[in-house]
C-alpha cells in the first residue's frame, strides 16, 4: 500500500466515524456495503480487495450515506 493510499483511507475513515457509522473488514464472498444491525450504523468491506478499490467503495458510500435522509427525520415528519 503506497502512503497516498492509507493516508486516503485514514481521511476516509475518520469520513466515516464521523457519520457515524463503524467500518468492518471481513473476509468472505460479499459486496461491501452499509446497513443497521441492532441500531448501530456498520459499513462491511471484504478485506481482500485491493486498497484502491477500498477507497473506491468508501467513498462511494459516503456519498451514498449523505444523500439518504436520516431515519429520525423521516418518523418525525411521519407522525405529524
Known sequence: MSSKEKQSLKELSQ???????????EK???QSG???VHNKKVIVVNK???DKIKIIILRELIKSI???PQLETISQSEEE
Open 28 to 30: 468472505g464472498n460479499f
Open 34 to 36: 452499509h446497513c443497521i
Open 48 to 50: 481482500f480487495l485491493a
Open 15 to 25: 469520513e466515516v466515524h464521523r457519520l457515524g457509522y463503524r467500518i468492518i473488514y
Open 66 to 68: 449523505g444523500e439518504e
